[in-house]
């Protein structure tokens, strides 16, 4: 079975957490349209706005692309899908990337304003995964579990078959479409316990429960590097599954996602393109390089 490798990406996504912008000399956030001129001739600028799980991701197939077209210049943004989503809403992004379905109340104001649909893509595939010390014992996790831990129902890892001792929690803030999919899908829509430290990113999430014997986080499969990742049960009876290219694909993995792009209406021109090369099998062999799941 293929696990993913640790690489140094969290480093990089430290590089371009707030954000990425991808070429000197870019012209400022475009409203939504066939791309905005930049400063030399013909020259055309896409901008992408929105998941911080999906920055590195963004920024890889932006550079990749404007290596082949030199016309093109891409900037990518990070802070959160729900950023992403209301940069869309107000004009100021070409494409939303968001690692949770588009809203159907956030697809409403696109309508009302531009007197467009909301066109989704789905881009990549990723797992959810929960993030412990690599020191910690426990084999695996149930959703019914994990949903105890962040709720506060489960205080101490020894209920959980781990060590004596106060789970520290982790999370995302609630502008992060990661959180949004974890409280629905995980929490059942229940509210967060209160002790839970809102993270500002995957890689502080992670960094955070390197340090911390007795901390949990998650976050997105390829921004592992300094903890584990617990594999999860979908229920107390089911078998432990971990997060792999192939179960994430199969969809056995219980936490499987889907990554979008989001665009007002369907897209023409620079973005049109960019998008169709996204979705080609040269676009998704980026998408696996940064070690998320293609869907070709």
Request: a negative charge; glycine letters at 12%.
């Amino acid at each position: 079975m293929q696990r993913f490798n640790r690489t140094s990406i969290l480093a990089r996504l430290a590089a371009f957490a707030a954000v990425a912008v991808l070429a000197a000399g870019c012209a400022g956030p475009q409203q939504t349209g066939e791309g905005g001129e930049g400063a030399g001739a013909g020259k055309k600028t896409i901008t992408v706005k929105g998941s911080d799980t999906m920055v590195i991701l963004g920024q890889r197939l932006a550079e990749r692309y404007m290596s082949a077209h030199p016309d093109v210049t891409i900037q990518v943004t990070g802070g959160g899908s729900g950023t992403g989503i209301a940069a869309l809403q107000n004009g100021t992004t070409d494409i939303a990337q968001s690692s949770r379905p588009i809203k159907d109340k956030e697809k409403e104001g696109v309508k009302a304003k531009f007197g467009k649909e909301v066109v989704e893509f789905v881009v990549a595939k990723d797992g959810l995964s929960v993030y412990v010390h690599e020191s910690n014992p426990v084999k695996s996790l149930s959703i019914p579990q994990l949903k105890a831990i962040y709720t506060g129902k489960i205080k101490n890892w020894k209920e959980v078959g781990g060590n004596d001792a106060p789970i520290t929690l982790y999370s995302r803030e609630n502008n992060s479409g990661t959180y949004v999919y974890f409280k629905e899908h995980v929490l059942d829509d229940e509210d967060f316990d209160p002790r839970a430290q809102n993270m500002p990113g995957t890689a502080s999430v992670v960094n955070a429960v390197s340090k911390d014997k007795n901390g949990i986080g998650y976050g997105g499969i390829a921004y592992t590097k300094g903890v584990r990742d617990v594999p999860i049960r979908k229920d107390d009876t089911s078998e432990p599954v971990a997060p792999t290219q192939e179960t994430i694909k199969s969809g056995t993995y219980p936490l499987a996602r889907d990554l979008y792009f989001y665009t007002v209406g369907e897209p023409t021109g620079a973005i049109k393109e960019f998008i169709d090369w996204t979705l080609s099998e040269e676009g998704q062999k980026v998408v696996e390089e940064v070690e998320y799941i293609p869907i070709l």
